[in-house]
């Protein structure tokens, strides 16, 4: 089976940097779009940065400029530099998959991860 395992979520001060991690393990060939939502308690999962396979990148407003996506294909794993946090940034980070193939004509559809708490104090 396919899991996305995220880490690199911490407690920072407001101005630091953080870098996100997710790996997918398992039965790998190929990963379409991955993404990087977020979600506060109470509110809804927002959109915060996607990443094609072949590289072309997308944010949200309210981090263009300061959060940036990044892929590693071979090791099946996206990334998301944050700087300059902000104390709005706070949330759980999702990583997430539109389409994994795991073998021919094999596909997983719609895949998130567990989430890592990211805390920003002011």
């Known amino acids: 089976q396919v899991q996305l395992v995220e880490s690199g979520g911490d407690l920072v001060q407001a101005g630091g940097s953080l870098r996100l991690s997710c790996a997918a393990n398992?039965?790998?060939?190929?990963?379409?779009?991955m993404d990087w939502y977020r979600q506060v308690p109470g509110l809804t999962r927002e959109l915060v940065a996607t990443?094609?396979?072949?590289?072309?990148?997308g944010y949200a407003d309210s981090v263009k400029g300061r959060f940036t996506i990044s892929r590693d294909n071979a090791k099946n794993t996206v990334y998301l530099q944050m700087n300059t946090l902000k104390p709005e940034d706070t949330a759980v980070y999702y990583c997430?998959?539109?389409?994994?193939?795991?073998?021919?004509?094999?596909?997983?559809?719609?895949?998130w991860g567990q989430g890592t708490q990211v805390t920003v104090s002011s």
């Open positions: 398992g039965r790998v060939v190929s990963i379409n779009t």
């Open positions: 997430h998959a539109d389409r994994i193939q795991i073998a021919d004509a094999q596909y997983l559809y719609n895949y």
């Open positions: 990443i094609t396979n072949g590289g072309s990148t």
